[in-house]
């Protein structure tokens, strides 16, 4: 009669070797499943942080911080093609055809202006376009066009520059202490132009 009170006693044995086997199983999909993840997690997100700071993330960022050129080092130019738009003049229609470059900082920069275009033009033509032929004949009007024009560049990349001529405007009636912001740097250095004629 022992033998039949032995063979009961292994079988509970025996199921709780399956149930630690399968717990041990559970317990190793789950480390190696959040190990994987957190492995594809960390891929995906040091490509973002490559490309410029991470810049596809969001469009509302603040400009990464670019490193200054070294000195001796010829700057880089993007030259867009030229601009032809009707001005805002109410009693002549008049127009102006525009070529203008950008120099940026260095050859990465460039290439992402290059990818950048299609916006950069849509801009640079809704700034040209609210301009008449008296702003954009005079040196001032010029000087403040290309200011529009380096501030329009840089925001389809998700940087934001402050408009010079509202903060001198707002300075001189109140002088309200505001927040400083952090410097914005701005991967665009300067606006040249290479034609420049109002008809």
């Known amino acids: 009669m022992s033998t039949p009170a032995a063979a009961p006693a292994e079988a509970p044995k025996g199921g709780g070797n399956k149930k630690l ?15 994987g993840a957190a492995l594809l997690l ?15 993330a969001s469009s509302h960022q603040e400009a990464p911080a670019h490193a200054a050129p070294k000195p001796g080092t010829p700057p880089v130019f993007v030259p867009l093609d030229p601009f032809t738009v009707n001005l805002s003049d109410k009693d002549v229609d008049r127009f102006a055809q525009v070529g203008i470059t950008l120099e940026v900082i260095d050859a990465k ?18 700034v040209l376009s609210h301009k008449t032929s008296a702003e954009l004949l005079s040196r001032e009007g010029k000087e403040k066009l290309a200011r ?37 740097v701005s991967p665009v250095t300067q606006v040249l132009f290479s034609t420049f004629i109002v008809q």
Do not use: C, F, W
């Not at 891929?43 to 700071?53: I, L, N, S, T, V």
């Not at 460039?110 to 809704?126: E, G």
């Not at 501030?151 to 202490?177: C, F």
């Open 21 to 35: 086997i399968i717990i041990i199983a559970a317990v190793l999909v789950l480390v190696l499943g959040g190990g």
């Open 42 to 56: 960390m891929k995906k997100k040091a490509p973002a942080d490559d490309e410029e700071g991470g810049e596809a």
């Open 109 to 126: 920069t460039a290439d992402q202006i290059k990818a950048y275009l299609p916006a950069i033009r849509s801009n640079v033509l809704m």
């Open 148 to 184: 529009e024009v380096l501030r329009e560049s840089v925001r389809p990349m998700g940087i934001e520059l402050e408009d010079e001529d509202e903060h001198e405007d707002e300075a001189a009636p109140k002088k309200k202490k505001k927040k400083k912001k952090p410097a914005v």
